[in-house]
């Protein structure tokens, strides 16, 4: 793998759950694999009284515990001479002379800003930054999702921080777009001829993207009640995805280039306003029932849930793309806590054919679908109809599978490890842009608006089910059905 340039990551929040879980372990990945320079350094900041020492413990034994088995001490070490901890508490002006005392004289470097903190703290320590003169022009700052509450929230986070960085400089990120398979959606459509004349009306016949949860809120309580699935999910998750689904070929591999043809969805997205989102949108919120076996309380008794919480745990939408290509196709989304199982998807199912002379299944197992699966496993799925064996032409559905393990006996990087050397590299081709971030938060402030103007309350679902029965008649009434209840 090509070397990466020396730099200086620091990690706001680097004592927290985004820093130990992925950050930490994506950088370690980085060191084990050869890419990182030993004078590249990585530094945690947060408010916890630490000592480097005291840090690095923490750190160690969060990698023991995310890496398992490809935990190895001798890496270990390596990685243990890049890391040191500084005490940074946002609203105390002092605390950033020792972050610039740590960055005095490598101004050179690649700077990078890891902002993995509540959004309101993006502006007062990009200010900081400013002030002790640590933002150079060989800096990047990356803000992790949710960018503001709405739409002038996230334009006040924006016109601040791009009042001290450089939009070239400014990294949104959404992990979903850092996934092998999302990279290999992309080598499907722009990379080959194959699937280019069925990726339109009067082919497609209907778009399904699920992302969905088997845990509950966990520690993230007081967080999601002020959030919810609409703005913690659709807002970016889901509709990225759509993006990469339904924009026009790029005319190059310029990171504008791909970003002005999502742009360009996000603004034929037809708007979903008034009670016309309480026909096209479901909200549902978990009661008690069971996860892996096991019995578990509902939303509202989740610690630090308020009892007559109105946050939704899960959302479905139908959504619609004003444009010659995707008029008339439906695009089904949905997300939630404490579904059934894990799983992240994307389901094109196709038209079928005019028609048969065979005996064939039943109509809902006889079209062709190609399921991109983003996790628990990373594939891509094409099915077929093949004839059976035995006598006559009676018809089956079979599978012509993409297993990225099995097929390149390699291990995949992890979203976080993409992203992150993307981010050293200054490549903006997978973040998002301002313009592209205003246009999902004008499409999803209308949603939750009707919902409060029309006292819409989420619809109770079973902890360990799919969701609400509204969500299965959303896609019902068009004659659908979603793909894990065929």
């Not at 983003?374 to 297993?403: F, H, W, Y």
């Not at 313009?435 to 499409?443: I, K, M, R, S």
Request: proline share 5%; aromatic share 8%; charged share 25%.
């Amino acid at each position: 793998m090509q070397l990466l340039p020396t730099f200086d990551l620091v990690l706001f929040g680097g004592t927290g759950d985004l820093a130990m879980r992925k950050l930490l372990p994506a950088m370690y990945w980085r060191v084990t694999c050869g890419q990182v320079t030993p004078e590249s350094r990585i530094i945690g900041a947060a408010r916890g009284e630490l000592t480097r020492e005291d840090y690095l413990a923490q750190v160690r034994a969060s990698c023991e515990t995310h890496l398992g088995e490809e935990f190895d001490p001798k890496v270990w070490d390596g990685f243990a001479e890049r890391l040191s901890y500084t005490k940074i508490d946002a609203t105390v002006e002092e605390d950033f002379a020792g972050l610039a005392a740590k960055l005095k004289g490598r101004e050179d470097n690649v700077r990078a800003f890891f902002l993995s903190t509540a959004p309101d703290l993006f502006a007062p320590i990009c200010d900081g930054l400013a002030r002790h003169k640590l933002a150079t022009s060989n800096s990047r700052v990356v803000l992790e999702k949710p960018l503001g509450h709405d739409r002038a929230s996230s334009a006040e986070i924006n016109e601040r921080v791009g009042s001290i960085f450089e939009e070239r400089q400014i990294f949104r990120i959404d992990h979903y777009l850092g996934k092998e398979t999302v990279q290999n959606l992309l080598a499907l459509r722009f990379g080959n001829t194959l699937f280019e004349p069925l990726w339109r009306r009067g082919r497609v016949q209907h778009v399904q993207i699920t992302v969905a949860e088997d845990l509950g809120v966990e520690r993230r309580a007081d967080f999601y009640d002020r959030t919810g699935a609409l703005r913690d999910m659709v807002q970016n998750h889901l509709l990225q995805l759509l993006c990469i689904i339904a924009m026009e070929p790029p005319a190059t591999s310029d990171p504008d280039a791909m970003r002005d043809e999502k742009l360009k969805v996000l603004r034929a997205l037809r708007p979903l306003v008034g009670r016309d989102v309480l026909a096209k949108a479901v909200r549902g919120q978990y009661k008690a029932g069971a996860a892996k076996g096991l019995p578990v309380v509902g939303y509202l008794q989740e610690k630090d849930v308020p009892p007559d919480s109105a946050t939704e745990t899960f959302v479905a939408l139908k959504v619609e793309v004003n444009s010659w290509r995707w008029a008339g196709v439906p695009f089904y989304l949905r997300t939630g806590k404490r579904l059934q199982e894990r799983q992240s998807e994307i389901v094109m199912t196709f038209e079928d054919v005019p028609h048969s002379i065979y005996e064939r299944p039943d109509e809902a197992h006889a079209l062709n679908r190609l399921v991109i699966q983003l996790q628990p496993e990373e594939n891509i799925t094409l099915t077929v109809l093949a004839k059976s064996p035995g006598e006559g032409m009676r018809l089956k559905p079979v599978n012509l599978s993409l297993d990225f393990s099995q097929t390149f006996k390699t291990r995949s990087l992890d979203a976080y490890e993409r992203l992150l050397t993307d981010v050293i590299k200054g490549n903006l081709t997978l973040f998002m842009r301002r313009d592209e971030l205003d246009a999902a938060w004008q499409w999803i402030d209308p949603i939750r608006e009707a919902w409060q103007q029309y006292d819409e309350r989420p619809k109770s679902y079973t902890a360990g089910s799919w969701g609400p029965a509204a969500a299965s008649s959303l896609i019902g009434r068009d004659g659908f059905a979603w793909r894990n209840e065929l």
